[in-house]
């Protein structure tokens, strides 16, 4: 677990607030791909439309940001993505941001979510804090490759996945992502920042 994520925590439990790590069989290296796949093996008519809301723009949005579909076709069912933190109670994931999730991908997958999208953060907030950071996040791992998107490609992958935890978690009937921006590494203070918001979590 990341210190960032990892204080974040620390700083939950103090008040009664009980975060873990845990994955989704709908959350694995085959993106949106997965997705449907699970979602149709569960046979759900509640999930069926927000599922297919939720593949429309991801489709979209792996496209924009230069993605291989034959790669997820090909990819692991087996290999889950981990979510930063999980509220068992509630079935809530909350993801803490550094500043690598505050890129110019990360922008350009949060222009294309649906307007009627359910989340649990202030999109427009979201957007201007990867405007403000992506001049100095864009510079982070940007040489490195990544299974999908080529040699750079990295940090668009990272706000492909990000992206695919913020649609399709509601769309598999969980409550929407909380995300909690951390562009200073600061996990501790970050939790302070919402304490308010967040203490309804360790509430009947």
Known sequence: ????????????AGDGIVLGATSFDWLCEQGHVGLERVAKDRRDPAIVAPVIASLHALDAIFARLGGDAAVLHAARENLLLAVDLYHGPTGTIIEVDGAEHL??????ALDLYPPDTRLGFDLEELK????????TSDHLSRG?????????????????????????????????????????????????????????????
């Open 1 to 12: 677990m990341p210190a960032v994520v990892d204080a974040f925590a620390e700083a939950a």
């Open 128 to 135: 201007a804090l990867c405007r403000e950071h992506a001049p």
């Open 144 to 204: 490195l490759a990544a299974k999908g998107f080529g040699f750079g490609g990295v940090q668009r992958e990272r706000a492909y996945h990000d992206a695919l935890k913020d649609l399709a978690t509601p769309a598999m009937g969980h409550p929407p992502v909380i995300r909690i921006a951390a562009p200073d590494g600061d996990g501790a203070a970050a939790y302070a920042r919402h304490r308010e918001a967040l203490l309804h979590l360790s509430r009947p």
């Open 103 to 108: 890129t110019s991908a990360r922008l350009t």
